[in-house]
């Protein structure tokens, strides 16, 4: 059974750090591109960035409200992703969920994400 | 303000098919054949529908379709079930350096 649980979530003021992590279990994760994903409350989702997989040199990238400020990074050996997010803003308040690219029998599709985790809410606020 | 546009809300009955829109532009939606759309329902996981604006995922019914005209994609479900009750969302690959770009969501209200 596919599994992604995200934890590391909760309050925390403006301009702080919170890392979150995903633990990732039922597929091989190593061959797998993950992307963190966000959804704002009284919003949408918001796609936050991604990481590919370490054939394809493990290469970040992230949507423009959070380049430089957000890193996403993967720890193969332990089936881990993460995002450390630093400089966090008001806006950054949202249900933040972690994700794997999604591939049939002959392809991959990039903005397509088949398995998804619970969630790890993130509150900026004074 | 969502990079795709969808209505808020949709509603049907029982039984009916109903189309939800998502509009992008021609750096979006015109530009690429990778439109998914998710299921949401409160507390769960989003759910995968549609990939590749035409496709199902395994397991998902085929009560589900996705087509494309032009900067416009649409989510059709047809016979309409309680359990479709929940908020949809689009998404598209981007030119630009968001790479994915997310409707706003429509909740569709079941009658």
């Known amino acids: 059974e596919v599994q992604l649980v995200e934890s590391g979530g909760g309050l925390v003021k403006p301009g702080g750090s919170l890392r979150l992590s995903c633990a990732v279990s039922?597929?091989?994760?190593?061959?797998?591109?993950m992307i963190w994903a966000r959804h704002i409350p009284g919003k949408g989702l918001e796609w936050v960035g991604r990481?590919?997989?370490?054939?394809?040199?493990?290469?970040?990238d992230y949507a423009a409200p959070v380049n430089g400020r957000f890193i996403i990074s993967r720890d193969d050996s332990e089936n881990m992703v993460y995002l450390q997010m630093n400089n966090l803003k008001t806006e950054d308040t949202a249900l933040y969920y972690c994700?794997?690219?999604?591939?049939?029998?002959?392809?991959?599709?990039?903005?397509?994400?088949?398995?998804w985790g619970q969630g790890t809410m993130v509150t900026v606020s004074s | 303000q969502s990079a795709l546009t969808q209505p808020a809300s949709v509603s049907g009955s029982l039984g009916q098919s109903i189309t939800i829109s998502c509009t992008g532009t021609t750096s979006d939606v015109g530009a690429y054949n990778y439109v998914s759309w998710y299921q949401l329902h409160p507390g769960k996981a989003p759910k995968l529908i549609i990939y590749a604006v035409t496709n199902r995922p395994s397991g998902v019914s085929n009560r589900f379709s996705g087509s494309k005209s032009g900067n416009t994609a649409s989510l059709t479900i047809s016979g309409l079930q309680a359990e479709d009750e929940a908020d949809y969302y689009c998404n598209s690959y981007a030119r630009g350096s968001t790479l994915v770009v997310f409707g706003g969501g429509t909740k569709l209200t079941v009658l």
């Open positions: 994700a794997r690219r999604y591939c049939n029998e002959t392809n991959c599709y990039d903005d397509a994400f088949g398995d």
């Open positions: 039922g597929f091989t994760f190593n061959n797998a591109w």
């Open positions: 990481i590919k997989r370490k054939t394809d040199t493990r290469t970040t």
